[in-house]
């Protein structure tokens, strides 16, 4: 999957790019920023981990949560009510995101495709990618953490551990935030970027 990142750069005629990634996305942009270090401008990683074993697993109720599984032939409405109760246990508790936003977008995404065999191929990709510690420090990049202290799923520690593992990465952790991207926290996430951007000598225009 890092390979096919730079692979979209090729397509695009994009020589180097600030790559960011969240969660699994952050492990993905680790190991390009790793590997591709000549197309990469900066790494962000956000709710990520190195990967390392001996980092804390999830809390118990969210893990019950991931591996559970809808009622068979389940209509999206019964969907839906399952993945809101999953994305209000993993979610912002410092910036909650009000139920009914919550429903529509869980539907509409629902709607547009629904492929439950993701999820397991996500969890199986994750755990098949191994420790990255040693493949982290030979990042030489701006490297920015971020990463909340209220994340039930990618505990806080794991963030903690990236920076420690990148050479000169800093890290910020935002107080009450879990592990999504609720619409309170955007404010607070793209400052942080776009400061990132800035400090690494090729920010965005406008």
């Known amino acids: ?14 020589k180097a790019a600030h790559f960011v990634g969240v969660s699994l996305g952050g492990m993905i942009a680790q190991t390009a920023a790793a590997n591709y270090p000549k197309r990469c401008l900066s790494l962000t990683s956000i709710m990520a981990s190195s990967g390392d074993r001996r980092l804390p697993n999830a809390k118990l109720k969210v893990a019950r949560l991931m591996l559970s599984r809808p009622p068979a032939r389940a209509s999206v ?12 246990a993993i979610g912002s508790p410092g910036f909650p995101t009000p139920r009914a936003l919550l ?13 439950p065999q993701g999820t397991v191929q996500q969890l199986l990709a994750i755990v098949a990618s191994g420790d990255r510690s040693a493949q982290l420090r ?3 990049k701006p490297t920015l953490i971020l990463h909340g202290d209220s994340d039930p799923l990618v ?27 609720a619409p309170g926290l ?18 965005p225009s406008g």
Do not use: W
């Open 186 to 203: 955007l404010p607070i996430l793209s400052d942080a970027l776009v400061g990132h951007f800035r400090a690494s000598g090729a920010a």
């Open 103 to 115: 429903r529509e977008r869980l539907s509409g995404g629902l709607r547009r495709g629904y492929h």
């Open 138 to 140: 030979t990042i030489a």
């Open 155 to 181: 505990r806080v520690d794991h963030g903690i551990d990236c920076a420690r593992k990148i050479p000169r990465a800093q890290l910020k952790i935002v107080p009450g935030m879990g592990h999504d991207l």
């Open 1 to 14: 999957m890092a390979a096919d990142s730079v692979g979209v750069l090729d397509a695009l005629g994009i």
């Open 77 to 88: 409405e019964q969907l839906t009510d399952h993945l809101v109760r999953l994305f209000e």
